[in-house]
Nanobody, 118 residues
């Protein structure tokens, strides 16, 4: 089992920045990849950014050059971050952290709301 908790969402003006955090605990040695997804009202959940076990990153075209995914490890914990710069109203969504194990089983956090509005 892997427990996933996100934090760091909020209200920000267009052009502003936010940093999302995700803390994963449990069977972290079995983690294959960690990623951020988002879901806007009335839309399907979509991939924002992902980082593999080997450190390879992938971004949605809409966030390239504005968002940066990173990770860190501490004793029995894995941390995932999403630095979001130059935010746009279209970035408004609930952001979810996803952790995938080596056996392809995935775990989701509860989500954190990001609202970009003036």
């Amino acid at each position: 089992q892997v427990q996933v908790v996100e934090s760091g969402g909020g209200l920000v003006q267009p052009g502003g920045s936010l940093r999302l955090s995700c803390a994963a605990s449990g069977s972290i040695l079995s983690i294959y990849s960690m990623g951020w997804y988002r879901q806007a009202p009335g839309k399907q959940r979509e991939l924002v950014a992902i980082i593999s076990r080997g450190g390879i990153t992938k971004y949605a075209d809409s966030v390239k050059g504005r968002f940066t995914i990173s990770r860190d490890y501490a004793k029995n914990m894995a941390y995932l971050y999403l630095q979001m710069n130059d935010l746009e109203p279209e970035d408004t969504a609930v952001y979810f952290c996803n952790v995938v194990r080596l056996d392809s089983f995935g775990f989701w956090g509860q989500g954190t709301q990001v609202t970009v509005s003036s």
